[in-house]
């Protein structure tokens, strides 16, 4: 791994304090299967001598075995990391490289530039300070480059690098070069670049990569190399209001308690003022503690400890912030959401949000439209599915801290976690706070839940029966409700056909639907628990998330999940009302069990087995359980 | 205002923000701790990350029994150096049955005492994340790995149904019996932990520095002769060499080099001028092509 630099050999002392001096740059290379883009990165790996003999060795042999390029050496076998991949001769997720030259050590996002990895790009490009756009000279602009373009304009990149690759097999000529980037500048005014820097390459042959080529006199700019070496990279961050969200409190003793954080923008001095929004308490930075002594002032990128003057109450999640221009403080915003999952998102159901140290279970409530990653079209929907960009409404069940994306990175994103498979199925940069957010506020009543079930003289409650259509949910609730009004408990039964004709007679049988079908459901249900009554719901509520999302409106011991576990095909011998045998037949799409799931309850408070007793039986346990 | 850190200071915050997600979002963290030199830095890293509190997970060394005397050695020096609960976990099962590098070979070896070993210690302590000191620049598919990597209940690592990591937001999220490995080095390289070694003069194994040593020439590769548990074969001699290690684990598969730099920018300067990559003095990573990536799914780091 030869550097350049004669001082290696010379003087080691001299070249390595040259070599702490150096910066970090990090970029993506976006382009489509066939642009190059493996090739170019093996080309700058290799140029700049970060290829070791024995690596070489193997890729020699790996070029016979498998590559693409007769009996030359194929770069691109140096990137394909994982088996699979090599024998596919595609790349399949994001790889990260490393180079260093004397002035800069590089990391590189690789990422796949097929058809269907948008998630794969905008992860990469999430780090990312420059992209690298390919273009085969060959082709010109496609849609990919549009896609590439926006998705790099979407996370925020304001530094573009133009490549037209592949020029050796367009003859190197000026024009076709022209023509391009005249092409390209049209697409891309409205992207918010702040530079698009354009270069004429070849990857294969090593053309104004690290040395100027012969082959293209017209091209007065620098190398590739050059560019990257030198293109300014000003911690934007730095000229921001300050932000640091406190990730773990710092108490070895009862004399310190610090908050340590990585600082997302800003700059900070000991006497400088802070504000924590979620209590908006202020108080004064007393000291900036690290290993290596105090510091007298920690800029945005820095992690350090910062301890206060006064004694006020934060934890993990809340923001320090200066006291001038404050965050967003707020539980609604709208936000633009890349879909990263198979299971697409949908509207109504409850998953966990993660800004920086802040988690808060969310919903997306509104799904105002999506964007078509090709044409830039908006376009409707009702669900977003893998690599579907949307603007969304979202709602947190607690307020958090935020700036909108576009004016800070750092503390502007997000990413959605599913609750019960816990995958990373969303990533959010967020736009602006919901007014709505600032201005409903809970209206404070004198008459609470507590009073109104003491004059009921019962615990308010909900049964949720849940099950499939025709296990004997409605049946066996009905008795249940038949028994407790007998015993002058005060009930209301909510039973999934009649509330289909008024309350949600806007609503089919598509999973969205059901979602919201369900939400709906079980915010009446919470309110007349909040009026102390014990209520009894029937439905089918197949999935998880959805029934999960009704517990947690209620306080614990409130939501008594009932789960009717009677086999499909008892159920669709029954078939009380024929549902089945239309399901089947084909003219009843979305039918639970047939070709819509069930997600049985893991811990149901009381599961009842079919065929064990009669629902009379069943019925009589259920109420003594519960009073 | 144009302050720019320096690519050292940029690795470190990240690496010390990784941590401090890690110890706030787990229960049960442990870091594994190799004794080698990105064992070091990373040590030396969480010394950063929670100070003044003392480092708020224990370490934990798997001693396959056949590691360098002087690493244990240097393990317990750190130990009182750095003020860390140390775990030291070795698969006994392999060692009653006499398992070693000599008669089992290096890949059945492996298995049982390192990965098997591995796999016993974390479960004993039912630790929910680990530390490991993976970088993405020792090895093809590691450039893939997460920071956050992902482990089924069997510790078993998929590299198809990987979580999507962006921008320094970290997926926690696990279910009993699952678990994280995390990275937080990720993103240095060799000459990058040589450098910071070099900048905050970290103490690191005497074995990476040059001496006369016993070595005997063995596969092509020079073996050092730490205890007389080692075997002559015929025809092989004890030579004394001036050697040092650029990577250290069990002395019968890792391979010296002859050389003479005994100071720390010697090392970096033999480092930069010669021309084989680090994991070449390992015996474990020649078995076939993508072993390390077999070895992965199978739990190994």
């Not at chain 1, 001598?49 to 060795?57: G, H, M, R, S, T």
């Not at chain 1, 957010?437 to 409650?461: C, G």
């Not at chain 2, 021309?275 to 015996?283: A, I, M």
Request: hydrophobic fraction near 40%; aromatic fraction near 8%.
């Amino acid at each position: 791994m030869a550097h350049q630099s004669d001082l290696i050999a010379e003087d080691i002392a001299a070249y390595l304090k040259a070599q702490e001096e150096k910066s970090m740059l990090r970029f993506i290379t976006c382009g489509s299967v066939d642009d190059g883009k493996s090739t170019l990165i093996g080309r700058l790996l290799w140029d700049s001598k970060l290829v070791f003999e024995d690596q070489l060795a193997a890729l020699e042999v790996d070029s016979k075995k498998v590559g693409t390029q007769g009996d030359e050496i194929d770069y691109a076998l140096l990137l394909d990391g994982l088996q699979a991949e090599r024998e596919q001769g595609i790349t399949i997720d994001v790889a990260y490289r490393f180079f260093s030259t004397d002035k800069r050590k590089f990391i590189v996002a690789d990422t796949p530039g097929h058809e269907q990895y948008t998630r794969n790009m905008v992860t990469g490009a999430s780090t990312a300070e420059v992209a690298i756009i390919l273009i085969d000279a060959r082709k010109g602009v496609l849609i990919q480059t549009r896609r590439h373009s926006f998705l790099t304009s979407l996370v925020g990149i304001r530094k573009v690098v133009l490549a037209i690759n592949k020029m050796d097999l367009v003859d190197y000529s000026e024009d076709r070069y022209h023509a391009i980037v005249e092409g390209y500048k049209t697409f891309a005014k409205d992207l918010g670049f702040e530079e698009i820097f354009c270069i004429p390459i070849s990857a294969l042959k090593g053309d104004n990569i690290i040395e100027e080529s012969e082959r293209t006199p017209w091209y007065q700019g620098p190398t590739l190399m050059h560019h990257l070496e030198h293109v300014e990279i000003t911690n934007n961050a730095l000229n921001k209001p300050l932000r640091m969200r406190v990730q773990w409190v710092n108490r070895p003793n009862l004399d310190f308690r610090g908050f340590s954080g990585t600082i997302a923008s800003g700059v900070v001095h000991p006497g400088d003022a802070g504000v924590v929004p979620s209590s908006g308490q202020v108080s004064t930075v007393a000291r900036i503690v690290t290993m290596d002594g105090d510091l007298s002032e920690a800029v945005a990128g820095q992690s350090v400890t910062i301890t206060l003057e006064d004694e006020i109450d934060i934890s993990r999640g809340d923001m320090l912030c200066c006291t001038e221009q404050r965050p967003s403080y707020a539980d609604q915003f709208e936000a633009h959401v890349v879909w990263m999952h198979e299971e697409e998102c949908l509207p109504g159901r409850s998953y966990l949000l993660k800004a920086g140290s802040a988690t808060a279970p969310a919903t997306v409530t509104a799904l105002k439209h999506k964007i078509n990653v090709n044409t830039l079209q908006r376009e409707p929907g009702k669900t977003l599915e893998l690599n579907e960009v949307g603007i969304c409404n979202i709602s947190l069940t607690k307020p958090i801290s935020f700036d909108p994306y576009q004016e800070n990175r750092n503390t502007g994103n997000f990413i959605l976690i599913d609750r019960f498979t816990n995958a990373t199925v969303g990533a959010g940069m967020i736009d602006f706070p919901l007014r709505r957010a600032t201005n409903i506020h809970w209206q404070s009543i004198d008459i609470n839940k507590q009073s109104r079930a003491e004059l009921n003289d019962q615990a308010p409650m909900v049964l949720w029966f849940t099950g499939l259509s025709g296990a004997g949910k409605s049946t066996i609730a009905n008795l249940v409700e038949k028994k407790l009004h007998s015993l002058g408990k005060r009930t209301y039964l909510l039973d999934g056909d009649n509330v289909r004709h008024g309350l949600n007679r806007d609503l089919g049988f598509t999973d969205v639907d059901r979602v919201e079908n369900i939400r709906r459901i079980a915010e009446t249900a919470k309110l007349f628990v909040d009026a102390g009554m014990i209520v009894l719901t029937s439905f089918i509520s197949p999935f998880k998330s959805e029934r999960n999302l009704a517990r947690e409106l209620l306080e614990e011991g409130e939501f008594v999940e009932i789960f009717v576990n009677t086999p499909l095909e008892i159920c669709e011998q029954r078939d009380p009302k024929g549902l089945y045998k239309k399901a089947r037949a084909g003219e009843l799409p979305n039918f639970t069990g047939i070709d819509s799931d069930y997600e049985p309850p893991e811990n149901p408070e009381i599961m009842v087995e079919a065929g064990t007793k009669s629902a009379e039986e069943i019925s009589e346990e259920i109420v003594a359980k519960i009073l | 205002m144009k302050i720019e850190m320096t690519h050292l200071r940029q690795l470190e915050a990240e690496s010390i923000h990784i941590m401090r997600e890690v110890a706030a979002e787990f229960e049960n963290p442990v870091m594994l701790y190799s004794v080698g030199k990105d064992s070091a830095v990373m040590l030396h890293l969480a010394k950063k990350a929670f100070y003044p509190s003392k480092i708020p997970f224990p370490l934990m060394h798997v001693d396959t029994t056949w590691k360098f005397r002087e690493m244990i050695e240097f393990r317990e020096k750190m130990r009182q150096e750095y003020d860390f609960e140390l775990l030291v976990y070795t698969n006994e099962e392999g060692v009653k049955q006499g398992v070693n590098p000599f008669t089992h070979g290096s890949a059945l070896y492996t298995d049982i005492m390192k990965t098997e070993g591995l796999k016993q210690g974390l479960n004993k302590y039912k630790f929910d994340a680990a530390f490991g000191g993976a970088r993405r620049d020792e090895e093809k598919s590691r450039a893939k790995e997460r920071i956050f990597s992902f482990r089924s209940e069997n510790h078993r690592w998929d590299p198809k149904n990987q979580r999507p990591e962006l921008w320094n937001l970290y997926n926690a999220r696990v279910k009993p019996g699952e678990s994280i490995r995390s990275f937080p080095i990720s993103n240095w390289t060799e000459l990058d932990i040589w450098q910071y070694i070099y900048l905050e003069e970290i103490p690191i194994v005497p074995l990476y520095y040059s001496k006369i040593r016993p070595v005997v020439e063995r596969d092509g590769m020079l073996i050092m002769v730490d205890d007389d548990r080692m075997q002559l074969k015929a025809g092989e001699q004890i030579q004394m060499k001036s050697v040092r290690f650029r990577t250290l684990g069990c002395y019968p598969l890792t391979g010296a080099v002859e050389s003479t730099a005994a100071t720390l920018p010697e090392i970096i300067q033999e480092m930069l001028l010669t021309r084989t990559s680090e994991r070449q003095g390992r015996l474990i990573d020649h078995d076939s092509a993508g072993s390390m990536e077999k070895k992965k799914q199978e739990g190994y780091f």
